[in-house]
């Protein structure tokens, strides 16, 4: 696809984007959610566009790079910091214990708290996963019946994300040009094997916070089945980086026990 032809596909689906965002404005104004990424980037600016009503809202994560912390402050002032994971890990983690594919209680406690009794305004696209393949464009958060979504570029492939950040010139993380596809959480128990090891030597610090909440929960709750099964911290820990469920873990690692 030439530049000119993709310019031409771009500008369409600007313009239907800011449409529907005109469209769909409520009384009260968009809840825009800002994770600092690329995708929240062009929903601020989308809206800017559009002339609406907003506030943006960022959901402090523990387990967020710094540079998300240091974009946000630096190219987006506006947007206000909510901090409903604040006991992440004194208060959460000692109940829940480290979050897997299944029981994903950190995205519950950091991701889909905020803009309840709100029409909430999001960056999330069908390019992402298939799992997101699924979603509409305007849909009821299922976790709140007050909440509604607009996911006003779902339809974007990445393609035209980045050739809109170079036709406007929109400042972006740094870690997209330091080989990061997506920006999320340090650790997310979505990441493969691979993505989280790169993640951890990468950030040291966050690893070791992910290390030490789980030592101690492992420690506390030994009574349980299947971490009776692990028997030690190390096997728990490195079960979690597997990515396996625990009977496949323990099968591939029976001569350490």
């Known amino acids: 696809?030439?530049?000119m032809q993709l310019n031409e596909m771009g500008w369409n689906k600007i313009e239907t984007a800011i449409e529907v965002i005109?469209?769909?404005?409520?009384p009260e104004g968009y809840y825009v959610a800002n994770s600092g990424g690329k995708d929240s980037g062009i929903i601020v600016d989308l809206c800017k566009k559009a002339g609406v009503k907003f506030d943006a809202h960022y959901n402090v994560s523990p387990i967020?790079?710094?540079?998300?912390?240091?974009?946000?402050?630096?190219?987006h002032p506006e947007t206000q910091w909510e901090y409903f994971a604040r006991g992440f890990w004194n208060e959460y983690f000692p109940k829940f214990g480290l979050p897997n594919r299944r029981k994903r209680w950190c995205?519950?406690?950091i991701k889909e708290c905020g803009g309840s009794g709100r029409l909430v305004i999001t960056g999330i696209r069908w390019a992402e996963s298939t799992k997101r393949k699924s979603r509409c464009q305007i849909e009821v958060s299922r976790q709140d019946s007050t909440k509604r979504f607009l996911h006003s570029i779902i339809c974007w492939s990445d393609v035209e994300v980045w050739e809109y950040y170079?036709?406007?010139?929109?400042?972006?993380?740094?870690?997209?040009?330091?080989?990061?596809?997506?920006?999320?959480?340090?650790g997310?128990?979505?990441?493969?094997?691979?993505?989280?090891?790169?993640?951890?030597?990468?950030?040291p610090k966050i690893a070791q916070n992910w290390r030490n909440a789980a030592d101690k929960y492992f420690v506390k709750h030994l009574s349980n089945k299947y971490l009776a099964q692990l028997s030690t911290t190390d096997n728990y820990w490195n079960?979690?980086?597997?990515?396996k469920s625990v009977k496949n873990y323990l099968n591939e690692h029976q001569s350490k026990f």
């Open 1 to 3: 696809m030439g530049l």
């Open 22 to 26: 005109k469209q769909n404005e409520p």
């Open 64 to 75: 967020d790079p710094p540079e998300v912390y240091k974009f946000l402050k630096e190219y």
């Open 107 to 109: 995205c519950k406690v």
């Open 166 to 186: 170079r036709m406007f010139k929109l400042p972006y993380l740094s870690l997209y040009d330091n080989g990061w596809e997506r920006v999320g959480c340090i």
């Open 188 to 203: 997310c128990p979505q990441a493969t094997p691979t993505q989280r090891q790169f993640q951890f030597i990468h950030y």
């Open 239 to 243: 079960w979690w980086l597997s990515g």
